[in-house]
C-alpha cells in the first residue's frame, strides 16, 4: 500500500487504514462493510515529506556488538502496570492504551498520573472526551484529588504540543484519546485515519522531542480491532491492551508490542467501587467460590502469557432430546470442545453423541491455551460419570486426535503456582527436568483413556456392583 501521495483525494477505509482509488461499500483489505470515506487532505501529511530534499550525507555505521545501554525508566508503583509496561516507562517513548469503552482505561491512567505525581513528576492528562470538572470527579471518588497532576480538556493537537512544550518538561502525559484530537494540518473530520494518523505522529515527535512517556488512549470496537488507531500501532513503542467485561469485576493488561520489554507479562486488577485494585494472587481470585465437592468441575493450571493462573473448568453433560444435541461454551473455543468430545468417543468409548455438552470457564477468564485439553477432558467425563474429581487436583495437557496426552509449555511454573495454593496432584502427562521436581504428586497421564478410566473407574464399579448385587 502507497501513501498515494500524489492525488489529493483518497479513500480511506476507516477500520484498517488501506487506501483506494475509488469508493466501494466493502473495504477489499479487511472486509469491513460501509467503511471507506473519501479523505481529501489525505496527501497533506505525506505531501510534505515529498518536497525535494537536500542531497543526503553518509551516517556513521556501528557494530552489533558495541555498548548496549538499558534505557532508565520512570515507574508509577503500581506493580502491575509498570511490569506490563516492561518495568516502567521508557522516557521518550509513546504507548498506545486500546480497549473496549468503559473497560476503565481512563481509571486506570488517572491513577498511574496519580501515582507518578506523589512520586514527584511532572504529569500531564489530557482528555479529549471529558471535561475537567469531569476528570476531577472521578479523581475525587478515587481519593486522588491531593495529586498534583495537571489536568486539560483538549483535542487540537498543536494545542496540546504547545502546552507540553511550556515550563519544565513534563514526564509523563495522558492523552485520552487519540480519536478525539485532530489537526489543522489535515483537512479530513476528527477520528478519521488520517487524522488519528497525524495527530499520533505529533504526539510521537512531541515525546521524542520534550522526553516525556506519552499514553495514547485508543477506543477498540468488538472484536478487538483498535479503530482508527489501528493504522498508529506500527508507529508506537508499545501497544498494550486492557481487557475485561461489564459482568466480572477482574481486567486483565496486556502488551501486544513492546519495543523496551517483553509481550508475555500480563497485569490483573480488580474494579472496585474505589477505582482499580492491583491483584496479586489472580488464581484466588478465579477459583473464589468454588464448589469442589460437584461433579463436572476440574481446576486448569493455566498460563497468561509468563504468569500461571489457575482456573475452573466446569461441564454440565445432559441426555438430550433434539435431533442435534447441543453445544455452548464459555470462555473457550467451540471447535476445540467438539474436538475433544470427539477423542473422547473415538479413543476412549465414551457415549456423548445423545447429550447436550456446556463448557464453562468460571470467572469470566478466556482461555485459549492447547494445554487447556485436559482440563476439559476431565470435566466433562467427570459430568458424564457423576464422579466428582478430586478437590486436590490440577489438569494440564494438550490432547492429540489419536488421544495421546501431550507435553505443555511451563510445566514447572504451573505446578509451584498449583502447590502454592494448596493443592496436591497434577494430571498431566510424563515430564522432565525442573518440573518433575515439584511438591505436587504427578499423577502421569499419556492417554485421554487413562484419565477416563481414573475418573469412571469408581462409578462404573459401583453400577456394575448394583448391577451384580
Ligand atoms: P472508565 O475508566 O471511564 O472507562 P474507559 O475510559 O475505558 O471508557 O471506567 C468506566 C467504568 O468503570 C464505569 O462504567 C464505572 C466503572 N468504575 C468503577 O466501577 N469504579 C470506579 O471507581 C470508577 C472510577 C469507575
Ligand atoms: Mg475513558
Given amino acids: ?92 517513548s509513546v504507548i498506545l492504551l486500546g480497549g473496549e469503552p ?77 480519536q478525539t484530537m485532530w489537526t489543522d494540518a489535515v483537512e479530513s473530520a476528527p477520528g478519521s485515519v488520517a487524522q488519528v494518523r497525524a495527530a499520533a505522529q505529533a504526539l ?99 498460563m497468561e502469557g509468563a504468569r500461571p493462573v489457575l482456573v475452573e473448568f466446569q461441564a454440565l453433560v445432559a441426555p438430550s432430546t433434539l435431533g442435534t444435541p447441543r453445544r455452548a461454551v464459555v470462555g473457550w473455543d467451540g471447535a476445540r470442545l467438539a474436538m475433544v468430545l470427539a477423542v473422547l468417543e473415538a479413543r476412549a468409548g465414551l457415549r456423548l453423541g445423545g447429550h447436550d455438552v456446556y463448557l464453562s470457564v468460571a470467572g469470566g477468564l478466556r482461555v485459549s491455551e492447547p494445554a487447556a485439553d485436559l482440563a476439559a477432558a476431565a470435566a466433562l467425563v467427570s459430568a458424564l460419570t457423576g464422579s466428582p474429581l478430586p478437590a486436590d487436583a490440577v489438569h494440564f495437557g494438550e490432547i492429540g486426535l489419536s488421544g495421546a496426552v501431550r507435553p505443555a509449555i511451563h510445566a514447572g511454573a504451573r505446578m509451584r503456582e498449583a502447590a502454592k495454593l494448596g493443592f496436591a496432584r497434577a494430571v498431566a502427562p510424563p515430564m522432565e527436568g525442573e518440573a518433575a521436581e515439584t511438591p505436587l504428586r504427578h499423577v502421569t497421564v499419556t492417554q485421554v483413556a487413562e484419565i477416563v478410566a481414573e475418573i469412571a473407574g469408581t462409578s462404573v464399579r459401583d453400577d456394575e456392583a448394583a448391577r451384580d448385587g
Fill in 204 to 302: 510521537i515527535a512531541c515525546a521524542k522531542a520534550g522526553g516525556a512517556a506519552i499514553v495514547l488512549v485508543g477506543h477498540v470496537t468488538k472484536d478487538g480491532q483498535i479503530a482508527g488507531p489501528r493504522v498508529v500501532e506500527h508507529m508506537v513503542d508499545a501497544v498494550l491492551s486492557f481487557e475485561g467485561d461489564a459482568a466480572h469485576r477482574f481486567r486483565l493488561l496486556r502488551a501486544s508490542k513492546n519495543r523496551f520489554g517483553p509481550t508475555d507479562e500480563i497485569g490483573v486488577f480488580e474494579m472496585t467501587g474505589r477505582g482499580l485494585a492491583e491483584v496479586l494472587n489472580p488464581s484466588s481470585l478465579f477459583l473464589a467460590g468454588r464448589d469442589s465437592g460437584a461433579p463436572g468441575a476440574a481446576v486448569f493450571a493455566g
Fill in 102 to 178: 468503559g473497560v476503565g482505561k481512563s481509571t486506570l491512567l488517572i491513577e498511574a498520573c496519580a501515582a507518578m505525581a506523589r512520586r514527584g513528576r511532572r504529569v500531564i492528562y489530557v482528555s479529549g472526551e471529558e471535561a475537567v470538572a469531569q476528570v476531577r470527579l472521578r479523581a475525587r471518588r478515587l481519593g486522588l484529588a491531593d495529586a498534583a497532576v495537571e489536568l486539560a480538556a483538549e483535542t487540537c493537537v498543536e494545542n496540546v504540543a504547545a502546552t507540553l512544550r511550556e515550563g519544565a518538561p513534563p514526564a509523563f502525559v495522558v492523552v485520552d484519546s487519540i
Fill in 1 to 92: 500500500m502507497s501513501l498515494a501521495a500524489k492525488s489529493r483525494n483518497a479513500f480511506v477505509c476507516q477500520a484498517c487504514g488501506a487506501v483506494s482509488k475509488r469508493w466501494q461499500g466493502k473495504c477489499e483489505s479487511c472486509g469491513g462493510w460501509n467503511t471507506i470515506v473519501e479523505e481529501t487532505g489525505f496527501s497533506g501529511v505525506g505531501a510534505a515529506s515529498m518536497r525535494r530534499s537536500a542531497p543526503g550525507r553518509p551516517v556513521a555505521l556501528e557494530s552489533l556488538a558495541g555498548e548496549g545501554v538499558s534505557p532508565p525508566r520512570i515507574e508509577s508503583g503500581i506493580g502491575e502496570l509498570d511490569r506490563v509496561a516492561g518495568g516502567g516507562f521508557v522516557p521518550g
